[in-house]
C-alpha cells in the first residue's frame, strides 16, 4: 500500500536549509540539478545544500548503495522534492522501505521555488556545456534547443583504434573521431597546432562550430582496447579538452555520454556518417594555450605556493605498486603532488562518475578536493598517466567555474621517462618516501 508521506511548506524548507540533521534531496535528472531548465521552468538549478539522488537510480539493485555513499543516514530528517509529488513520493517510498522514517515531501518546488526569483538556486557554473540527452536529440531534429545560439554544429563520437563502437551503434548524424588524431601515439600529449588544424578541418569543425562529445562505454564482450572500462566516455572528455585548448568556442560533452542516449529511448544509427571538410579552422591554434601545461612549468608549479599538481591516478599507481600501463616501466609519483583519487585503475574514473556514467554532484567533488587542499584560488594542474584522466578531472573543475585550471599533459609517462626528474614510492602519511633520482 502506498504510504502518504507528510508534506513540508516553502517556508519551512527555507528554515530547514541551515539544520544540519536535514538532508534537502533532489531526485530530478542531474542535468536539471546542475542547471538545466528540462521543463521550461523559468529558471534552472537546485535548492543550495540540496543532493542529488535522480528518480532514475531508483530502478538500479544498488540505489541504497549511492544513498550511503553520498553519507544520508536513517538518522538524517529528509526532505525530498522533485518536478512534481509523485516523482518524490516514488523515492520517498524507496527511503522508508529501507529503514528511513522522519521523511517529508515539499511538493510545489515547480511551483514555488522555481517560480519566486526571490528564493535562491545553485547551479553548476558552465552547465551548458554539460549536455543532456534531449537537448541533443532537439538539435538532431532541427529544433534550436535553449542555451544554444549557433546555425552550425557537429557531433562527435569519440573512440580509440576502435571504429567498430562507432558503426555498432552511434547517435544518427554523428560522425567519428579516433583519439589518435588529436593526440600523439608516441608521448600521448596533443598534436602540434598544424596536425590538429588539419584534423579539425577533416572533421568539419570551425572555431566557430558547436561541436558535441560523446562516446561509449564498452562492455568486456564488445572490442574495447580496455575491456569494462569508461575508455570511450573519458576519451570524449580529453578530444573536448583538446579542442578548446585549440581554440573551438562552444564545445559540449554529452552527460552520461551514448549511455545517456540510449538510457533516453532515443534512436540508433549504424550508418557510417560522411564527413564534410571545411576550408580553414578560422583561428590560430592554440587560441587557450593556458589549458595545458608542459614539464618546464609543472616543475615551477612544484615550487610555487600559488599553484598545485594534481594527481588523478589510482592509489597503486600513486604509492608506487604499479605503473598503471603496459608502455611506462617507472612506477611512483611525481614528488609534491596532490592525490586526487580516480578510482579502481588507470582505465576508470569511479570516484568522479555517477553509476549510470553521468558526471558526479559537483558539490561532492568540490569538498572532495577543498579537504584536499585543491582549491580555485590556485593554479591548479591536473595529470595521470598520458592525460585522459587528468583531463576529465580539469573539465569538472572547469564546468564549476574555477578561473585558472590546467591540463599537465605530459603527466607521469613524460616525468618518468626522465631519468633526472626525482619521483617517490610508498604511503606518504606511513612510511618515510623514497625520493630517488
Not at 273 to 298: N, R
Not at 307 to 332: D, F, M, Q, T
Not at 333 to 346: E, L, T, Y
Not at 399 to 406: D, F, K, R
Request: aromatic share 12%; net charge negative; charged share 25%.
Amino acid at each position: 500500500m502506498q504510504t502518504t508521506f507528510k508534506t513540508i511548506s516553502t517556508t519551512s524548507v527555507i528554515k530547514q536549509m541551515d539544520n544540519p540533521q536535514t538532508i534537502i534531496v533532489d531526485v530530478r535528472p542531474v542535468d536539471a540539478y546542475n542547471g538545466w531548465e528540462l521543463r521550461n521552468e523559468k529558471r534552472g538549478g537546485h535548492i543550495p545544500g540540496a543532493k542529488s539522488l535522480p528518480l532514475k537510480w531508483t530502478t538500479y539493485m544498488d540505489w541504497i548503495e549511492m544513498v550511503h555513499h553520498k553519507k544520508i543516514a536513517p538518522s538524517n530528517h529528509l526532505i525530498i522534492y522533485g518536478y512534481s509529488a509523485r516523482e518524490a513520493e516514488t523515492v520517498a517510498q524507496m527511503f522508508l522501505k529501507a529503514g528511513y522514517t522522519n521523511i517529508k515531501v515539499y511538493p510545489v518546488f515547480f511551483e514555488e521555488w522555481l517560480a519566486n526569483p526571490e528564493l535562491p538556486l545553485d547551479k553548476l557554473e558552465r552547465f551548458r556545456n554539460l549536455v543532456p540527452a534531449s537537448w541533443v536529440n532537439q538539435l538532431i531534429e532541427g529544433q534550436k534547443p535553449i542555451h544554444y545560439n549557433n546555425n552550425k554544429f557537429v557531433i562527435i563520437h569519440a573512440h580509440y583504434r576502435n571504429r567498430e563502437a562507432y558503426l555498432s551503434g552511434h547517435i544518427p548524424g554523428a560522425i567519428d573521431l579516433d583519439t589518435n588524431d588529436v593526440e600523439s601515439t608516441e608521448t600521448w600529449n596533443r598534436r602540434s597546432p598544424e596536425e590538429l588544424k588539419a584534423v579539425f578541418e577533416a572533421h568539419g569543425i570551425t572555431a566557430d562550430t558547436t561541436v558535441i562529445m560523446y562516446g561509449k562505454f564498452m562492455s568486456p564482450d564488445n572490442n574495447d582496447p580496455f575491456p569494462g572500462s569508461a575508455a570511450g566516455d573519458i576519451g570524449a572528455i580529453r578530444c573536448a579538452f583538446i579542442m578548446l585548448y585549440a581554440g573551438v568556442k562552444d564545445v559540449r560533452v554529452l552527460n552520461g555520454g551514448f549511455q545517456s542516449w540510449i538510457d533516453a529511448g532515443y534512436p540508433v544509427s549504424t550508418n557510417d556518417e560522411i564527413k564534410h571538410p571545411v576550408g580553414d579552422f578560422g583561428a590560430v591554434i592554440p587560441s587557450k594555450p593556458s589549458l595545458a601545461v608542459d614539464t618546464p612549468q609543472a616543475k615551477e608549479m612544484l615550487s610555487s605556493d600559488k599553484a598545485e599538481l594534481v594527481c588523478v591516478r589510482s592509489w597503486p599507481e600513486y604509492i608506487g605498486e604499479v605503473s598503471g600501463y603496459n608502455y611506462i616501466e617507472k612506477k611512483g609519483r611525481i614528488p609534491g603532488a596532490i592525490f586526487a583519487d580516480c578510482g579502481s585503475d588507470a582505465y576508470h574514473m569511479e570516484n568522479y562518475r555517477n553509476f549510470d556514467h553521468t558526471t558526479r554532484e559537483y558539490q561532492e567533488i568540490e569538498k572532495i578536493w577543498n579537504d584536499l587542499g585543491i582549491t580555485p584560488d590556485k593554479h591548479l594542474a591536473f595529470y595521470c598517466g598520458t592525460g585522459w584522466r587528468g583531463s576529465e578531472a580539469w573539465f569538472n573543475a572547469w564546468l564549476m567555474g574555477w578561473p585558472n585550471v590546467s591540463v599537465y599533459d605530459g603527466g607521469w609517462f613524460e616525468w618518468s621517462n626522465d631519468s633526472e626528474n626525482p619521483f617517490e614510492t610508498g604511503i606518504p602519511e606511513e612510511t618515510e618516501m623514497d625520493t630517488q633520482k
